[in-house]
């Protein structure tokens, strides 16, 4: 369940498969670095059109990446139409600098009657250091409705 994000049109935009996932580059677990943990579910690289009107990336902008990558989680599992009914507290630990590498990854917590608890996190490669760093994480909970918004049972 991966969405992946390009926009050609920016040179600071690549393809999917000219971005590799953050996570292939982290040591290995004897190493004991924090590492990401989920799926990968949207990786893409934000440019000046993402930014506020200081130059930087907002947690606006960071809230709705999370919550379009688990929305599209939950939406398969539901099989169509969801509505996100709530999402946690979220502390922005990195910050995330234009042009450097961002990936979503989500790990599916619960399926209830009719709604997906979903854990989503955020993780950014720096662009002076190198080093990959969590920048949030968040759960994120949808319920499943259908087209007159009413609430259905999630399909078993
Ligand atoms: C305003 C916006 O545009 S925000 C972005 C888009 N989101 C929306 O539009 C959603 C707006 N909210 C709604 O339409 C309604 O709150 C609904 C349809 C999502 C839910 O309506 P409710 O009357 O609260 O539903 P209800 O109390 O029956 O709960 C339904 C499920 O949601 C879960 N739920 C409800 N509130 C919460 C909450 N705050 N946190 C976590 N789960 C919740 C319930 O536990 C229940 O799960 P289950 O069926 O698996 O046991």
């Given amino acids: 369940m991966s969405i992946f994000s390009s ?12 971005l590799e996932d953050i996570s292939s580059e982290y040591p290995s677990s004897e190493d004991q670095e924090p590492a990401p943990s989920g799926e990968l579910s949207l990786r893409l690289i934000p440019g000046r059109q993402d930014t506020n009107i200081h130059g930087g990336i ?22 169509g139409r969801v509505a996100n009914v709530s999402m946690d507290s979220m502390v922005f630990m990195s910050p995330i600098r234009v042009g450097a590498a961002v990936c979503v990854y989500t790990t599916l917590e619960d399926i209830g009657k009719s709604s997906i608890k979903i ?9 002076g250091d190198g080093e990959r760093r969590k920048v949030v994480d968040a759960t994120f909970v949808y319920v499943a409705i259908d087209e007159q918004g009413r609430i259905r049972n999630v399909p078993r």
């Fill in 58 to 79: 907002s947690g606006g902008w960071v809230a709705a990446r999370m919550d379009e990558a688990a929305e599209s989680v939950a939406s398969k599992i539901a099989h």
């Fill in 7 to 18: 926009n050609n049109s920016n040179k600071q935009n690549p393809a999917p498969s000219e």
């Fill in 119 to 127: 854990n989503v996190e955020m993780w950014t490669r720096n662009l």
